[in-house]
Antibody, heavy 117, light 110 residues
Framework: EVQLVESGGGLVQPGGSLRLSCAAS????????MHWVRQAPGKGLVWVSR????????DYADSVKGRFTISRDNAKNTLYLQMNSLRAEDTAVYYC??????????WGQGTLVTVSS | QSALTQPPSASGSPGQSVTISCTGT?????????VSWYQQHPGKAPKLMIY???KRPSGVPDRFSGSKSGTTASLTVSGLQAEDEADYYC??????????FGTGTKVTVL
């Protein structure tokens, strides 16, 4: 059974940094593209970033480009999202997902990031 | 890139059908057959229901179907059941290595 468990969320001040992790199990992590998708409280889903299976290709939404960095450790079956220069509008639940062909197959339970002073 | 446009709400009685629209542009919905749909119950993670416009993942009931015409995609839920009450989001590949989600539709089973 595919399992994705996000962690690392919490309360951070504007301008601060946070690193999210997503521990994967139940599938061959090193062969999958992975994504981050976020959802502000009471709002819709927004795609954030993706990385290919070996970590050589990354893409970002314009809203986070230059501030967020996606990475992975295939030996540890873990996906990361380093978030710097955080803003109030980054407040959201962050989900990691496995990627099928232009779709998001499996989702974690999410981790809440709150940016506030 | 702007979010795809969905109606805020839709409803139907048990056994009836409900159709949700998802309107984009020629740069996303109209340009690719990569529209997917997600169901999200309150406090839960989204679940993939439809991909590549019309395909259903294994385990998704055939009451759920998808279609597309031009820049508008649609999700139809036939034979509505109480457990279908949820938020539904469409998503399209938007070119230039990014993805765009819809604004979301709350489906109520009356």
């Amino acid at each position: 059974e595919v399992q994705l468990v996000e962690s690392g969320g919490g309360l951070v001040q504007p301008g601060g940094s946070l690193r999210l992790s997503c521990a994967a199990s139940g599938f061959t992590f090193r062969t999958y593209w992975m994504h981050w998708v976020r959802q502000a409280p009471g709002k819709g889903l927004v795609w954030v970033s993706r990385m290919n299976s070996d970590g050589s290709i990354t893409d970002y939404a314009d809203s986070v480009k230059g501030r967020f960095t996606i990475s992975r450790d295939n030996a540890k079956n873990t996906l990361y999202l380093q978030m710097n220069s955080l803003r109030a509008e980054d407040t959201a639940v962050y989900y990691c997902t496995t990627a099928g062909s232009y779709r998001f197959d499996n989702w974690g339970q999410g981790t809440l990031v709150t940016v506030s002073s | 890139q702007s979010a795809l446009t969905q109606p805020p709400s839709a409803s139907g009685s048990p056994g009836q059908s409900v159709t949700i629209s998802c309107t984009g542009t020629s740069s996303d919905v109209g340009g690719y057959n990569y529209v997917s749909w997600y169901q999200q119950h309150p406090g839960k993670a989204p679940k993939l229901m439809i991909y590549e416009v019309t395909k259903r993942p294994s385990g998704v009931p055939d009451r759920f179907s998808g279609s597309k015409s031009g820049t508008t995609a649609s999700l139809t839920v036939s034979g509505l059941q109480a457990e279908d009450e949820a938020d539904y989001y469409c998503c399209s590949y938007g070119g230039s290595n990014n993805y765009v989600f819809g604004t979301g539709t709350k489906v109520t089973v009356l």
